[in-house]
């Protein structure tokens, strides 16, 4: 098994469940203390960024050189980044390093290890999100790389099915992981930096989103829970397409198939309302 981001989070707890599962998992991780801090019976650290050609390479050698000549059983592409901005004011370079973290690099890793998914009639498991199916404001880039990421796994189930290969999806919705508080962090910083016509017009609702996704993430299913989902999506025998991870991520993917645009549009409004400062309140249907 291959887990990639398994450095913490969801990562970190797919990893361990597959292993305790009697798993061989290489665990993707992008520093020598990640890989300290998950090496374990089972679990075998690969220093592994995805966006660097040789890290991947050096991925493939090493399942190809595997002492024990074990098929590769599954691929789960978890590394993943969160950018948080307005479109407007999003540089184009956070756009092009999102995307190739959370959409071209896992395109990269998926090419790199087909070959040893057919000769094993592997599984393909792409963590996508919420996100994917729904988009907030400030969430452009973010959901847009997840968006594609989902119509990648469209097209790549459609292809590999009659070859043997399975491709499942799992859409997480609020889980508590250290990726919520770094992606808050990220959606400040890049804030205090916008242009000041920018943060006139999107300062209010920066900090809805951030407040908006802190409190979303407290009420969400621990790491473990959406670790033994994704060690399911990998090991099952007649797999899902789809998985949601809670319930919050059910309804959302469900509202996205009923509710006309404009309707969902205001349920988003309505629920970022609450988390608006007073002053950005007051402007609510403008900014939202």
């Not at 508590?176 to 300062?203: F, S």
Request: hydrophobic letters at 45%; zero cysteines.
């Amino acid at each position: 098994m291959v887990v990639t981001g398994a450095s913490t989070g969801m990562g970190t707890a797919t990893a361990r469940e597959l292993a305790a599962r009697g798993y061989h998992v290489l665990a993707g991780v992008r520093r020598e203390r990640d890989a300290d801090a998950i090496r374990a019976d089972g679990i075998e650290p690969v220093i592994l960024d995805i966006t660097r050609p040789e890290h991947v390479q050096a991925l493939v050698d090493r399942i190809a050189a595997d002492p024990r000549r074990r098929p590769l059983r599954a691929l789960v592409n978890n590394a993943g980044i969160s950018v948080n901005a307005p479109v407007e004011a999003l540089p184009l370079a956070e756009w092009r390093r999102l995307f190739d973290v959370n959409l071209f690099g896992h395109v990269a890793v998926t090419q790199a290890l087909l070959p040893f998914l057919h000769r094993s009639g592997g599984r393909i498991v792409n963590i996508s999100s919420v996100g994917g199916k729904v988009a907030l404001p400030t969430y452009g880039a973010y959901a847009g790389a997840k968006f594609a990421l989902e119509a990648v796994s469209d097209s790549l189930r459609r292809e590999l099915t009659p070859h043997g290969v399975q491709v499942a999806v799992v859409e997480p919705g609020a889980v508590r992981t250290e990726m919520a508080g770094r992606g808050a962090a990220t959606a400040t910083e890049l804030a205090e930096k916008m242009a000041p016509e920018h943060q006139q017009r999107y300062g209010g609702l920066v900090k809805a989103i951030v407040a908006h996704s802190l409190a979303f993430t407290r009420t969400g299913l621990p790491a473990s829970k959406a670790g033994s989902i994704v060690a399911k999506a990998a090991t099952a025998r007649r797999p899902r397409t789809r998985y949601a991870i809670g319930r919050d991520a059910a309804l959302l993917t469900r509202l996205t198939r009923f509710l006309p645009d404009r309707i969902l549009d205001r349920v988003v409004a309505a629920t970022l309302r609450a988390y608006l400062p007073e002053k950005a309140r007051r402007v609510a249907p403008a900014v939202a």
